[in-house]
């Protein structure tokens, strides 16, 4: 008898021994128990070195229906600082990290995230806090929608505002290679220079290539001014200023040519008036005249912007002054004022002069006598405005509303002779007294 209760006694002290050392030997993470632990791909040593590394049990039996029978040996800050040794050196603080707040971010025991980052992905772990609107926006940035927040914040942080790895732009050109090198360009853009968040989302945005706004209000936020006009002009540069397309003529970041431009005058306008796309518009084929065999100076030099604005006017075709708008006008100098911004307005007020005009028959100046009377002729009724094969850039054709009028132009070494569709063949000749 004394022999099995000393055995029982043996059994018991050996029972007691073997509790006390399953936390030392992991057998916590068993079937039906913690195995959960084990499955991850990331196990954070202590749970390999034994439970009672962080844990020991207190008075409670084990299992118990509420979970409390074992106890932290240290409070949460001081247990995770006994190994990672917590050092806040730069500006910007994460506050978990602040406030030794470790588990709201990492998982004590294992993970399949590196760092042991709780939850299935980084972004998950981080929407716990940081709540993000995006509804409504369909384009993402490639680190956001692939869950991937360390790739430009960092966890506990940084010398950077939203514990960003480096500061912007450089942060952006780590990814963004090739935009480095329009740093280097003659003109950059301020807002570049200064950062790439002024005009891009780091995370969704309701436009393309992740600009804030896909309108021109993105432009505005700066260039006051251009919004002022286009708010109060009669015509509208379409589509770049009035479709909010500014970045079809302007690079946004960086470039060799003054105002940001993609391309030197006239190629750029070339790149839309280059095909007559929509309409009657008779000179929107601007492109074709530049095979003529007489261009307009202003053309010929690669000066658009000596006639036309680039985005807004108070006048058709964007033109910077007044013109006619059809074939006929007010005999007024006014009605002219652009054509007077480069020519002497004594070609059409003088009637009779041997100097202000080469049109004149003896010194009857036939522009006044086509210009200064009760139903004025534009000028475009005989000249193309950007060029033609005749001198003087006259056409062989004008448009009279629909009808391509014939002008019948012909030059001598004095004068010349016209048979347009308005009046019988007239002849003039300036050597005549």
């Known amino acids: 008898m004394k022999k099995i209760v000393y055995c029982l006694i043996l059994f018991f002290i050996a029972s007691s021994l073997c509790a006390q050392n399953d936390l030392t030997r992991n057998t916590c993470a068993v079937e039906d128990c913690h195995e959960s632990i084990m499955k991850k791909s990331i196990i954070h040593s202590p749970v390999n070195d034994g439970c009672n590394t962080c844990h020991e049990k207190n008075q409670r039996e084990h299992p118990d229906a509420d979970g409390a029978e074992f106890s932290l040996i240290d409070s949460e800050a001081d247990l995770c600082e006994s190994c ?13 990290y602040s406030e030794g707040n470790c588990v709201s971010c990492h998982s004590p025991h294992s993970s399949d995230i590196a760092s042991l980052i709780k939850g299935d992905n980084q972004r998950e772990t981080c929407e716990e806090c940081h709540s993000l609107n995006i509804a409504g926006n369909n384009f993402g940035h490639g680190p956001f929608m692939s869950n991937q927040c360390f790739s430009c914040h960092v966890g506990h942080q940084s010398n950077f505002e939203s514990l960003v790895v480096d500061k912007d732009p450089n942060l952006c050109l780590q990814c963004h290679l090739e935009k480095a090198e329009d740093l280097e360009q003659v003109n950059v853009h301020k807002a570049f220079r200064d950062g790439c968040l002024d005009c891009h989302s780091p995370h969704t945005s309701p436009a393309e290539n992740m600009l804030l706004s896909g309108d021109n209000d993105l432009c505005y936020k700066c260039h006051q001014n251009v919004k002022a006009n286009v708010a109060a002009a009669e015509v509208i540069h379409e589509p770049f200023v009035q479709q909010g397309q500014c970045a079809a003529c302007h690079s946004p970041h960086a470039g060799e040519l003054t105002k ?9 306008c070339f790149k839309c008036h280059s095909e007559n796309t929509k309409n009657k518009e008779k000179y929107i084929d601007i492109l074709a005249r530049m095979n003529k065999k007489y261009l307009h100076e202003p053309l010929s030099g690669g000066q658009c912007d000596d006639c036309h604005a680039m985005h807004v ?48 028959d003896g010194s009857n100046n036939l522009h006044y006598v086509h210009v200064m009377k009760k139903k004025s002729i534009s000028c475009q ?53």
Request: proline content about 5%; some cysteine.
């Open 84 to 96: 990672h040794e917590k050092a806040i050196t730069k500006k910007f603080v994460h506050d978990p």
């Open 260 to 268: 940001l431009l993609l391309d030197k005058q006239p190629d750029l």
């Open 313 to 360: 006017s108070d006048y058709d075709h964007l033109l910077i002054a007044a013109f006619p708008k059809g074939n006929y006008t007010k005999p007024k100098v006014e009605s002219f004022d652009l054509c007077f911004q480069c020519h002497d307005s004594e070609k059409i007020t003088s009637k009779s002069s041997k100097t202000a005009t080469n049109f004149r």
């Open 381 to 433: 009724s005989c000249h193309d405005m950007h060029g033609a094969n005749n001198e003087h850039i006259i056409g062989n054709v004008v448009y009279f509303g629909k009808w391509e009028m014939p002008i019948g132009y012909k030059v001598t070494e004095t004068g010349g002779s016209c048979l347009p569709g308005c009046h019988v063949q007239y002849s003039y000749d300036r050597e005549k007294d």
